[in-house]
């Protein structure tokens, strides 16, 4: 007794493309996939991923719990 039509077509061979380049082959509800970031490019897979520095928060917290290098031998010279 399930109902008809229920589900939506599933192409099991869904062809991803990035960039215009066929970059993968996959399950989907739809027949073609077209992303702009997958683990061939993105930074934190390529291993070209860089920290952002964002308003000094990574300084901030250097200074805060005494990590810099700067802090610390300015810190021996006021003993």
Known sequence: MAKS???PQWYPEAKVFCD???VAT???TKPELHVDVWSGNHPFYTGT????DTEGRVERFL???????????TGDDKK
Request: charged share 30%; net charge positive; aromatic share 4%.
């Open 63 to 73: 200074r805060k719990y005494g990590m810099m290098e700067t802090e610390q031998s």
């Open 49 to 52: 991923q860089k920290l952002i």
């Open 20 to 22: 215009g380049k066929l």
């Open 5 to 7: 039509d229920l589900h």
């Open 26 to 28: 996959v399950g989907s």
